[in-house]
């Protein structure tokens, strides 16, 4: 009986050794750039592919050569935001302003993060913005960590280990990436005490749970949806009155930290009349990078900050400097009232007409290049987990051309863009485009748009 050869198997014998290939000239270069054992292992791979498709690629080379481009690739990308989201977490949130990003540069060289220059002593790296947020804020004590769920997990830490916490049920609130009140209450090693109904929580609720045992009230604020219809909250006010009568600490989680008024996001100054402690993040509404702002007013906030200070969770959760040198700028540029060099205070203010002006002016752009393009009316969004729900007017330049296509083509691109589809339509919101930015993404949108047409 004749034996039938397996034409595949032929083609997978005659394939050339890793160990020859290497050292042909060809692949020097890449030898000499990338190093020996990563061209060996991505020849290896490519080999690989080319034995189980039983079929030799003519342009082996080039797929090693992208392959190894890939591995050692930027993963983290500019990219321009035509979502119309301001503070995008998926996008970073805040953007810095370019006096922030000046700092960086004296942060990553040596600087005195550490060095009292007057004695030529060790020096406390918080005490560098301490003195800003405290004049900032108008409180009596301010300390900064790496961001907020931190800030809030050392003043449970440092303040409640062991004690119980009062908070409404309707503020056991979960954020992104399934971060939950509760466990961070757990971790801290506090014992939590729920009060209310999910709807509805009174003064009387939290004055029934205080026992010899409860080491402060909390109150979360709801900062990423609402609940609205039969409702009933206990203003911070309240809060107060009940625990400084039992001598209890009033620690108020802010969240977005608004310094001036938002829809009815609560401000810091607001917080502030009432609370022992404040917490909330650097780079959602303050305008500056990823930190917990901390702040203590009066007596027990102070005696509260300077504990969480010593507490060895703070050293574990401390700010880089780097973070400090952007946060110090930014707090500053706010002392000196120059809020418009902040990206998100410009955004929040800029007025629709200059909205308006900027997206024609990419509507003509774009015409001139053959892309169809029209002007509607539309909503941005301050996201982050503030003021959920209300938007702001805007005017949206919108894509003629497959929806889905044209957003993917666009994010796909160099640098990528990240638009919006609404009412089935791609759409670029110039709220969120930076100052400088026009014309990289109207080539962009060119290039889209010819990509997909072709």
């Given at each position: 009986?004749?034996?039938?050869?397996?034409?595949?198997?032929?083609?997978?014998?005659?394939?050339?050794?890793?160990?020859?290939?290497?050292?042909?000239?060809?692949?020097?270069?890449?030898?000499?750039?990338?190093?020996?054992?990563?061209?060996?292992?991505?020849?290896?791979?490519?080999?690989?592919?080319?034995?189980?498709?039983?079929?030799?690629?003519?342009?082996?080379?080039?797929?090693?050569?992208?392959?190894?481009?890939?591995?050692?690739?930027?993963?983290?990308?500019?990219?321009?935001?035509?979502?119309?989201?301001?503070?995008?977490?998926?996008?970073?949130?805040?953007?810095?302003?370019?006096?922030?990003?000046?700092?960086?540069?004296?942060?990553?060289?040596?600087?005195?993060?550490?060095?009292?220059?007057?004695?030529?002593?060790?020096?406390?790296?918080?005490?560098?913005?301490?003195?800003?947020?405290?004049?900032?804020?108008?409180?009596?004590?301010?300390?900064?960590?790496?961001?907020?769920?931190?800030?809030?997990?050392?003043?449970?830490?440092?303040?409640?280990?062991?004690?119980?916490?009062?908070?409404?049920?309707?503020?056991?609130?979960?954020?992104?990436?399934?971060?939950?009140?509760?466990?961070?209450?757990?971790?801290?090693?506090?014992?939590?005490?729920?009060?209310?109904?999910?709807?509805?929580?009174?003064?009387?609720?939290?004055?029934?749970?205080?026992?010899?045992?409860?080491?402060?009230?909390?109150?979360?604020?709801?900062?990423?949806?609402?609940?609205?219809?039969?409702?009933?909250?206990?203003?911070?006010?309240?809060?107060?009155?009940?625990?400084?009568?039992?001598?209890?600490?009033?620690?108020?989680?802010?969240?977005?930290?608004?310094?001036?008024?938002?829809?009815?996001?609560?401000?810091?100054?607001?917080?502030?009349?009432?609370?022992?402690?404040?917490?909330?993040?650097?780079?959602?509404?303050?305008?500056?990078?990823?930190?917990?702002?901390?702040?203590?007013?009066g007596e027990r906030g102070v005696a509260g900050v300077k504990k969480m200070a010593r507490h060895p969770l703070a050293r574990?959760?401390?700010?880089?400097?780097?973070?400090?040198?952007?946060?110090?700028?930014?707090?500053?540029?706010?002392?000196?009232?120059?809020?418009?060099?902040?990206?998100?205070?410009?955004?929040?203010?800029?007025?629709?007409?200059?909205?308006?002006?900027?997206?024609?002016?990419?509507?003509?752009?774009?015409?001139?290049?053959?892309?169809?393009?029209?002007?509607?009316?539309?909503?941005?969004?301050?996201?982050?987990?503030?003021?959920?729900?209300?938007?702001?007017?805007?005017?949206?330049?919108?894509?003629?051309?497959?929806?889905?296509?044209?957003?993917?083509?666009?994010?796909?691109?160099?640098?990528?863009?990240?638009?919006?589809?609404?009412?089935?339509?791609?759409?670029?919101?110039?709220?969120?485009?930076?100052?400088?930015?026009?014309?990289?993404?109207?080539?962009?949108?060119?290039?889209?748009?010819?990509?997909?047409?072709?």
């Amino acid at each position: 009986m004749r034996r039938i050869r397996d034409s595949r198997s032929d083609r997978a014998a005659s394939l050339p050794a890793v160990g020859t290939l290497v050292n042909e000239p060809a692949y020097a270069g890449l030898v000499s750039e990338f190093g020996r054992p990563r061209v060996v292992e991505a020849i290896r791979a490519q080999i690989a592919v080319e034995r189980n498709s039983g079929a030799a690629d003519a342009e082996r080379y080039a797929a090693v050569e992208a392959k190894l481009r890939s591995l050692v690739a930027p993963r983290l990308r500019r990219v321009i935001n035509a979502s119309g989201v301001i503070l995008h977490t998926n996008l970073g949130r805040a953007p810095l302003s370019k006096t922030a990003v000046d700092a960086l540069a004296v942060a990553a060289g040596y600087s005195n993060l550490e060095l009292d220059l007057a004695t030529g002593r060790r020096g406390e790296r918080s005490s560098l913005v301490s003195g800003l947020l405290e004049s900032l804020f108008d409180c009596d004590m301010a300390l900064a960590v790496n961001n907020n769920a931190a800030a809030v997990l050392l003043a449970l830490t440092a303040l409640c280990k062991g004690k119980e916490v009062v908070v409404s049920r309707g503020q056991l609130v979960e954020i992104g990436g399934s971060f939950r009140m509760p466990d961070v209450m757990r971790l801290s090693g506090a014992r939590m005490v729920e009060v209310g109904t999910t709807n509805r929580t009174r003064a009387a609720d939290y004055d029934g749970a205080v026992t010899d045992r409860t080491a402060a009230l909390l109150r979360v604020h709801t900062s990423n949806f609402r609940v609205t219809g039969f409702t009933e909250s206990t203003s911070l006010a309240e809060m107060a009155e009940v625990a400084h009568r039992h001598g209890l600490l009033l620690i108020d989680d802010l969240g977005s930290g608004a310094m001036e008024p938002v829809a009815d996001e609560p401000t810091v100054a607001e917080s502030l009349a009432h609370s022992d402690v404040v917490t909330f993040s650097g780079d959602k509404l303050l305008g500056g990078p990823q930190a917990g702002i901390v702040l203590g007013r009066g007596e027990r906030g102070v005696a509260g900050v300077k504990k969480m200070a010593r507490h060895p969770l703070a050293r574990a959760v401390r700010i880089d400097k780097l973070t400090l040198s952007a946060l110090e700028a930014t707090v500053r540029q706010r002392l000196t009232g120059r809020l418009d060099e902040i990206p998100v205070e410009h955004m929040l203010r800029v007025p629709v007409d200059e909205i308006r002006r900027r997206a024609a002016f990419w509507l003509v752009k774009l015409a001139d290049r053959g892309v169809e393009t029209t002007l509607v009316g539309g909503e941005s969004a301050v996201g982050g987990g503030s003021v959920p729900g209300h938007g702001l007017p805007t005017v949206l330049l919108a894509i003629a051309g497959p929806p889905s296509r044209l957003a993917l083509a666009l994010r796909n691109g160099d640098p990528p863009v990240i638009a919006r589809i609404e009412n089935d339509v791609c759409c670029l919101d110039p709220r969120t485009v930076l100052k400088g930015e026009d014309e990289i993404l109207v080539d962009a949108v060119e290039v889209a748009a010819r990509g997909i047409g072709k």
